[in-house]
C-alpha cells in the first residue's frame, strides 16, 4: 500500500547544457549531455519518495531501451510502479532539455506513449487504497477518473495540469481536486477561461513564481513566500520538487506557512543543480532553511 500515488508522463531525459540559446540559423556548443529519468508524475513520485513517503506511480512507458532504463531508475529509487503500463512495440517518450547559463530551459521531444493509460486501464481498489493522489499531464478522461476514484474514497487529490492547460479540458480533475498547482502562466489560463470560478475559489490554489516564491490562494485567505535568493543553474524539475515538498509536507501539517516554505526551499534546491531529477531530502531542506536564517 502506498500513501502517495501519482499519475501521468514518465519520460526519459537528455539534458544539454549551452552557454546560450541558438538564434535562426545559428549554431552553438554543447558544454555538456546527461541522461536521466523525467517526466512530472515520475519526478514528483521520486522526490515523494526521496522524502520518506511511501509512493506509487500510473503512466505507461515503451518497450524500449529507455523504457527498460526509465523503469529501473524507479525501482532503484523504491518507487512502486506496478501501476506503469509497459506498451508492446511502441516507444517511450524522449525529452530534450536544452539549458542555458542562466538556467532557463527550452524543450524539444516526443510524446511516444507517456499517455497511453486511459480510464479502462485504472485499477480503482489501487487508487482507492492512497492517503493522497497526484495528477500532472495526462488524458483528460484519464485524469477525471483517477480523480473521481480518489475523492469518492476519501483521499485528497492535487492537480498540476501543466502547460498544455489552456488546450485540454481538465474540469473534471479540477473539480475533484483539494490542491491545484499552476504557475502564473497557467493562473492566467484558468482565470481567462471557461473553467467556473469555483475550479480556484473553494480550494488550495499554489501560484509557483519561479524564482519569486508561490503563493496560496485559500477560502481563508492567501499567503506568499517570497523564494530564496539562490544562483539558478537548471530550472528543469523544480517545479516537480516544489509539488513533492507541498505534498510530503502537507501530509503532517496543517500550517500552511511552513508547508509553503519547505515547497519552495524543495524547488531551490532542484534548481540550484543540473538535471530535472533532483531529489533534496528531509535533512537537505532542513539544513537550507538552517543556512536561510543564518544569512
Request: aromatic share 4%; hydrophobic share 40%.
Given at each position: 500500500?502506498?500513501?502517495?500515488?501519482?499519475?501521468g508522463?514518465?519520460?526519459?531525459?537528455?539534458?544539454?547544457?549551452?552557454?546560450?540559446?541558438?538564434?535562426?540559423?545559428?549554431?552553438?556548443?554543447?558544454?555538456?549531455?546527461?541522461?536521466?529519468?523525467?517526466?512530472?508524475?515520475?519526478?514528483?513520485?521520486?522526490?515523494?519518495?526521496?522524502l520518506?513517503?511511501?509512493?506509487?506511480?500510473?503512466?505507461?512507458?515503451?518497450?524500449?531501451?529507455?523504457?527498460?532504463?526509465?523503469?529501473?531508475?524507479?525501482?532503484?529509487?523504491?518507487?512502486?510502479?506496478?501501476?506503469?503500463r509497459?506498451?508492446?512495440?511502441?516507444?517511450?517518450a524522449?525529452?530534450?532539455?536544452?539549458?542555458?547559463?542562466?538556467?532557463?530551459?527550452?524543450?524539444?521531444?516526443?510524446?511516444?506513449?507517456?499517455?497511453?493509460v486511459?480510464?479502462?486501464?485504472?485499477?480503482?481498489?489501487?487508487?482507492?487504497?492512497?492517503?493522497?493522489?497526484?495528477?500532472?499531464?495526462?488524458?483528460?478522461?484519464t485524469?477525471?477518473?483517477?480523480?473521481?476514484?480518489?475523492?469518492?474514497?476519501g483521499?485528497?487529490?492535487?492537480?498540476?495540469?501543466?502547460?498544455?492547460?489552456a488546450?485540454?479540458?481538465?474540469?473534471?480533475?479540477?473539480?475533484?481536486?483539494?490542491?491545484?498547482?499552476?504557475?502564473?502562466?497557467?493562473?492566467?489560463?484558468?482565470?481567462?477561461s471557461?473553467?467556473?470560478?469555483?475550479?480556484?475559489?473553494?480550494?488550495?490554489?499554489?501560484?509557483?513564481?519561479?524564482?519569486?516564491?508561490?503563493?496560496?490562494?485559500?477560502?481563508?485567505?492567501?499567503?506568499?513566500?517570497?523564494?530564496?535568493?539562490?544562483?539558478?543553474?537548471?530550472?528543469?524539475?523544480?517545479?516537480?520538487?516544489?509539488?513533492?515538498?507541498?505534498?510530503?509536507?502537507?501530509?503532517?501539517?496543517?500550517d500552511?506557512?511552513?508547508?509553503?516554505?519547505?515547497?519552495?526551499?524543495?524547488g531551490?534546491?532542484?534548481?540550484?543543480?543540473?538535471?530535472?531529477?533532483?531529489?533534496?531530502?528531509?535533512?537537505s531542506?532542513?539544513a537550507?532553511?538552517?543556512?536561510?536564517t543564518?544569512?
Open positions: 500500500m502506498v500513501t502517495v500515488l501519482t499519475a508522463h514518465i519520460n526519459w531525459d537528455v539534458t544539454l547544457r549551452v552557454d546560450q540559446f541558438p538564434e535562426p540559423d545559428g549554431e552553438v556548443a554543447i558544454r555538456s549531455r546527461q541522461q536521466s529519468g523525467g517526466g512530472s508524475a515520475a519526478n514528483v513520485a521520486v522526490a515523494c519518495r526521496a520518506e513517503v511511501d509512493t506509487g506511480l500510473i503512466g505507461s512507458v515503451g518497450d524500449d531501451d529507455t523504457g527498460l532504463l526509465a523503469r529501473r531508475e524507479l525501482e532503484d529509487a523504491a518507487v512502486d510502479i506496478d501501476g506503469v509497459i506498451v508492446e512495440d511502441a516507444e517511450t524522449v525529452k530534450y532539455i536544452v539549458v542555458d547559463d542562466a538556467g532557463e530551459v527550452a524543450l524539444l521531444g516526443n510524446d511516444g506513449v507517456n499517455e497511453a486511459g480510464p479502462e486501464d485504472l485499477d480503482p481498489e489501487r487508487i482507492r487504497a492512497a492517503d493522497h493522489v497526484h495528477l500532472t499531464s495526462q488524458r483528460p478522461d485524469a477525471g477518473r483517477l480523480a473521481q476514484l480518489a475523492s469518492e474514497s483521499a485528497t487529490v492535487s492537480v498540476d495540469p501543466g502547460r498544455r492547460l488546450d485540454r479540458d481538465y474540469g473534471t480533475a479540477l473539480e475533484h481536486a483539494d490542491i491545484i498547482f499552476l504557475t502564473d502562466r497557467e493562473a492566467e489560463a484558468v482565470l481567462e471557461s473553467y467556473p470560478a469555483s475550479t480556484y475559489n473553494d480550494r488550495l490554489v499554489v501560484i509557483k513564481y519561479g524564482g519569486d516564491g508561490a503563493e496560496i490562494h485559500s477560502p481563508g485567505g492567501s499567503i506568499r513566500h517570497p523564494g530564496f535568493d539562490i544562483d539558478p543553474v537548471d530550472t528543469t524539475g523544480a517545479g516537480d520538487a516544489f509539488a513533492a515538498g507541498f505534498i510530503a509536507t502537507s501530509l503532517g501539517t496543517d500552511l506557512e511552513v508547508v509553503l516554505e519547505f515547497a519552495n526551499a524543495c531551490a534546491l532542484a534548481a540550484s543543480a543540473e538535471g530535472a531529477r533532483i531529489t533534496p531530502s528531509y535533512a531542506v532542513e537550507f532553511l538552517e543556512e536561510q543564518l544569512e
